[in-house]
C-alpha cells in the first residue's frame, strides 16, 4: 500500500457518516504513487459522501494539469481549485 492510499484509510476513520467534509485539499503530492491512484482515491471519498469537493496545494503545472485530464479521462472528480503559492 503506498503513501496516499495508507494516508487516506486513516483519514477515513475520522470521516464518520454524521460528519461532512465539504472539501478535501491534499498538501502535498506522494511521488511514489501515481496520479491515477491519488485521483482515483479523491474520487472514491466523494463517492462515498465523504467530502463534496477536492482540491490541491500548489503543485507543479504540468503535474495539476496532469491530474485534472486523468480525471477527466477516467470518469472521476476534477480538483475544483488550487491554492495560490506563497
Not at 482515483?40 to 496545494?57: F, N, Q, T
Not at 480525471?71 to 491554492?83: D, I, L, P, Q
Amino acid at each position: 500500500m503506498h503513501g496516499f492510499v495508507a494516508y487516506r484509510n486513516l483519514c477515513e476513520k475520522y470521516l464518520y457518516a454524521t460528519y461532512y467534509n465539504v472539501s478535501y485539499i491534499i498538501h502535498r503530492w506522494e511521488l511514489r504513487d501515481t496520479v491515477e491512484e491519488t485521483m482515483e482515491a479523491l474520487h472514491d471519498l466523494i463517492k462515498m459522501g465523504k467530502v463534496r469537493y477536492i482540491g490541491a496545494s500548489p503543485a507543479m503545472h504540468g503535474q495539476f494539469i496532469k491530474a485534472q485530464y486523468t480525471a477527466s479521462m477516467n470518469g472521476g472528480t476534477r480538483f475544483v481549485s488550487m491554492a495560490k503559492p506563497l
